[in-house]
């Protein structure tokens, strides 16, 4: 081949080398595919702008509608009397107050909210309380209570032989003052109707006075040596309470068949006497335990136990303000002695009421 032909070879296989890539590599489709995803990037990030924007407007107006019911929950608890309202702060010591919306069951009230003024009836001896033995309770200030019990007796002679065929009874009799906040002061005086016996009752003297910390001093004074004098200390809640008192003021009994001192007998504990030497006296220490189960609102349960006999029987009430009793009382150690030193026997019912106002 001369250059000529070599030339025009080469020519003419460029021309087709060159025509066949231009065909092979066309662009025109990817050319569009880059058309479309850079147009669509545009649109994307317009809609997340608009998502963006519906975004912050809702939170706008979340927040917004927040902020009215929080305002209208603030109006409300002005305006709602059942909301609990913070009142001023009030006395320091008071840590057991509830809640205004609390509700206490009728059973719990005497124990949670009735220590102070419980609202009791007037005991045997003297005092608000049980049958027997007072409360660590105390009168309202400005209140009165005026109570009257019957106890029934029986009379034995010298010889041990019971006296009579009457009906023979003790009347107690009351009267308390609420002198001011926590201290209750009263007069106590037994009346009977049998003239066998000369067996004197004095006048005592009943006081309670409550100190912090739920705990109640108490005395039952007698106002001459015929009968033992008593001081207490007790503590509880109405459905039970305990306490330790002693008993002073009078020698030791003496008996003899010529003649013999008068038997004092004591308003709490039990009897000591030896017969081996004819003395007898008062416990000089004892305890007691009380308190009264409420079986409805008009009605408890009550029982107690002063250090020589127990009680029990049924209290109902009108309105917390007139009690009516009815209890058994067990036998003790003065019911033990023999007639000839103590003449006078207590029965073991009892009833009678007291009225508040």
């Given amino acids: 081949m001369n250059r000529n032909q070599i030339f025009f070879i080469t020519v003419f296989l460029a021309f087709l080398l060159n025509s066949e890539i231009c065909s092979s590599l066309d662009l025109s489709k990817y050319q569009s595919f880059l058309k479309t995803e850079v147009a669509s990037e545009p649109a994307k990030i317009s809609e997340s702008k608009k998502k963006n924007t519906s975004s912050k407007k809702d939170s706008k107006n979340l927040a917004s509608e ?20 913070l009142n001023e702060q009030k006395n320091k010591k008071d840590n057991l107050s509830l809640p205004s919306e609390t509700r206490i ?11 102070k003024n419980p609202k009791e009836g007037v005991s045997i001896s003297g005092g608000t309380g049980a049958f027997l033995v007072p409360s660590p309770g105390v009168i309202e200030p400005g209140k009165t209570a005026v109570a009257v019990h019957a106890i029934p007796i029986d009379l034995y002679d010298v010889t041990d032989r019971k006296v009579g065929t009457d009906n023979y009874f003790n009347t107690s009799t009351k009267v308390l003052f609420g002198v001011s906040e926590g201290f209750e002061l009263g007069l106590e005086k037994t009346f009977s109707n049998q003239d066998q016996f000369d067996i004197t009752e004095p006048v005592f003297i009943t006081t309670k006075y409550q100190v912090p910390g739920n705990i109640t001093l108490g005395g039952c004074f007698a106002t001459s040596p ?36 008068r038997l004092a007998r004591a308003k709490f504990g039990g009897y000591n006497y030896t017969y081996s030497t004819a003395l007898g006296y008062a416990d000089q220490v004892w305890f007691m335990v009380g308190g009264a189960l409420p079986i409805s609102n008009h009605l408890h349960f009550v029982y107690d136990f002063n250090g020589d006999r127990f009680s029990m029987g049924f209290r109902a009430n009108y309105q917390k303000t007139v009690f009516f009793d009815l209890a058994y009382i067990s036998d003790g150690d003065y019911e033990r002695l023999p007639g000839a030193i103590a003449h006078e026997r207590m029965g073991n019912f009892v009833f009678g009421g007291s009225i508040e106002y």
């Fill in 105 to 115: 069951p009728a059973g719990l009230r005497p124990i949670l909210s009735e220590r």
């Fill in 226 to 261: 015929d009968a033992y004098s008593s001081v207490w200390v007790e503590t509880g809640v109405p459905v039970l309470w305990v306490g330790v008192g002693a008993n002073f003021g009078v020698n030791t009994y003496k008996f003899t068949y010529r003649g013999w001192e």
């Fill in 66 to 85: 927040r902020s009215e019911k929080s305002s209208e929950e603030a109006d409300a608890s002005y305006r709602d009397v059942r909301r609990p309202v």
